[in-house]
């Protein structure tokens, strides 16, 4: 979002968890709300709806699928665009399951390292396990917090037909380390 309002766009940013909300809302000058991807309810729309950081890799079923897309088309302004990244199903890379992986980043005053384990591939639904370590460390002390989640890789031709059948148009699916999905909103 940071980078967003540098470049002068007003922003409204959304996720589910109280924390990372707090983490935001010393850093960013746009609208933070605490709601469900699968169920937003902004009254209001925007010229573009950016969902990365994998955050669509937590929805399991076609109805999360299909009540997610349907929202995104829903706050977008017509001729408003919806990009969002994903893992491939289709490429997805396994050897680095089981091995803790870790990461920091600075910002200003705080320090987050996330550390990442993946186990437990499942080929019939694309599905893996994800632990995950994260030291939150800023002026106010350290907090870590622990999660683990069942993540979804998505095929390109399942993505294409949700994204049809949501209303979008213009799919692009351009493949790179991630999957990273452009759809627009046309009018008429």
Known sequence: MRILEENGYTVTGLDMSGD????A?????????????RRIKLGKTFD???????????????DDVEN??????RHLNDDGVLLF?????????HDRFGRWEEETQRFDDLTITRRTRSSDWDSSSDTWTVDWVWRIEDD???KI???????????????REKLVEAGFSGVELLRGRRLLVKAEKRVG
Do not use: P
């Open 145 to 159: 917090v622990h999660d683990s989640q069942r993540l979804k890789a998505f095929r390109h031709t399942y993505l």
């Open 25 to 37: 809302r010393s850093r960013v000058k746009g609208d933070l709300v605490q709601q469900d991807m």
């Open 68 to 73: 997610v897309l349907n929202s995104f088309h």
């Open 85 to 93: 990244d994903n893992f491939d199903a289709e490429r997805f890379n």
């Open 140 to 142: 106010d002390g350290v």
């Open 48 to 62: 573009a709806v950016i969902c990365l950081g994998a955050g669509f890799t937590y929805m399991q079923r076609d």
């Open 20 to 23: 990372m909300l707090a983490i």
